[in-house]
Structure formats: structure tokens, C-alpha cells
């Protein structure tokens, strides 16, 4: 079992930045990749970025150039920095962990709210 926790959303004017985290704990060891969802009102979970536990990296062509991902895996978290925020990227992100041994499970988080305003 994996138990994530996030953390950093909040309301930001357009142009700012917010920088998200998540804390796994339980068997942190099986954790393949880590990656960030978002969810915005009457839209589908969207992948917004994942990292590897090799340090590979993917973004969303709507986030490409604006946020970062990276994981410290000392501290077993993982971060999404998100500069020049639009509107647009109002949303609850979700943390998210893919374990394939011994089998393929996905955990997820409870979600943090980040509101852009214009």
C-alpha cells in the first residue's frame, strides 16, 4: 500500500506561481512513477506530468514550458512547480503513484485545489 499526501494549492492571480508536493508513505520502495492529474470542473482527469524513478520526465503539451516536475526520493516526494499560471489551469490536481511489482496498481491522492484567477 502507498498512502500520498498533497499539498501547496491555493488561490494565485494569472502570471504567479504555486509549487505543489507529495508525501508517499507506506511501501515507497515499489513506486515506478509519479505523476500529476488535474481535474478541472465538468472536464476528465487530465495527466498534466510524470516523472519516472529513473528521472525520465512527460508534460502535457498544455504545461510544456511552464511547470516542472521532480521527486526527491530521500524524502520520497514528489513536486510540481507551476510557473506563469493561467486561468485555465484551475483545477484539483491529484498526486499520483504507479507500482507494477507485484502487480499494476495506481494510488492516488485526495487532491489539492489550485484556482488561477485573471
Known amino acids: 500500500q502507498v498512502q500520498l499526501v498533497e499539498s501547496g494549492g491555493g488561490p494565485v492571480q494569472a502570471g504567479g506561481s504555486l509549487r505543489l508536493s507529495c508525501a508517499a508513505s507506506?511501501?515507497?520502495?515499489?513506486?515506478?512513477?509519479m505523476a500529476w492529474y488535474r481535474q478541472a470542473p465538468g472536464k476528465q482527469r487530465e495527466l498534466v506530468a510524470f516523472?519516472?524513478?529513473?528521472?525520465?520526465?512527460n508534460y502535457a503539451d498544455s504545461v510544456k514550458g511552464r511547470f516542472t516536475i521532480s521527486r526527491d526520493n530521500a524524502k520520497s516526494t514528489a513536486y510540481l512547480q507551476m510557473n506563469s499560471l493561467k486561468p485555465e489551469d484551475t483545477a484539483v490536481y491529484y498526486c499520483?503513484?504507479?507500482?507494477?511489482?507485484?502487480?499494476?496498481?495506481?494510488?492516488w491522492g485526495q487532491g489539492t485545489q489550485v484556482m488561477v484567477s485573471s
Open positions: 499520483n503513484a504507479l507500482v507494477t511489482i507485484p502487480s499494476v496498481k495506481m494510488y
Open positions: 507506506g511501501s515507497i520502495a515499489r513506486i515506478n512513477r
Open positions: 516523472i519516472s524513478d529513473g528521472g525520465s520526465t
